[in-house]
């Protein structure tokens, strides 16, 4: 370990409910600790990492949890997903007065629901619903009324999706034929990708 590297800490989203965190303490912090609150004051100090969330630019505190000074890694189990989360590294001294020694990065956990997003829409192209798209009408029919909404005429400009189409096990006959359909209908291009 370097003299003069920092003390960093780490967090990992796992899942929606469980994020993970590792961090790598410097001697120079340790010594710079003892130089501030006295000697050994590292050694009878114990480690706290705090969890926080953000919402609308002001940070939360969620929990704390006491950890083992021989650890350089937890597992946080959180109540919901779908925030934004950062946990602080610090020691708890004698006094419950605490110093900071890492703030984390900044991650956002998934969501546990089904996206609001109405704008994107999915059709099975398997072999089993093949009957089923026999038409360009039919895939109409099957997403309803709501056009995309990158095919919306009103906005300034329009921004189409990339599509990426890998030949293969996945591209048949029946996706080719429905795809240069698409093709044709909607005005679009197509290149090879290198």
Known sequence: MV????????LIVQGTYRLFCYFNISPRTAKEFDDIYGESSW???KFIIKVYSVENGTSKELKSISIENLTNGCYIDMDRGDQDVFVELKRKLDDNKFETIAVSN???TPRNYESADTGLYFVNVSESFQSNLSTANNIDNNRGTKPYPFMNKEKEYIKYPKITIVSGYYQNDFFTEHFE??????DISSSKVR
């Open 3 to 10: 003299e003069n590297e920092k003390s960093t800490i780490v």
């Open 43 to 45: 050694k009878s100090s």
């Open 106 to 108: 900044t991650v956002n």
């Open 181 to 186: 359909k698409l093709k044709s209908k909607c």
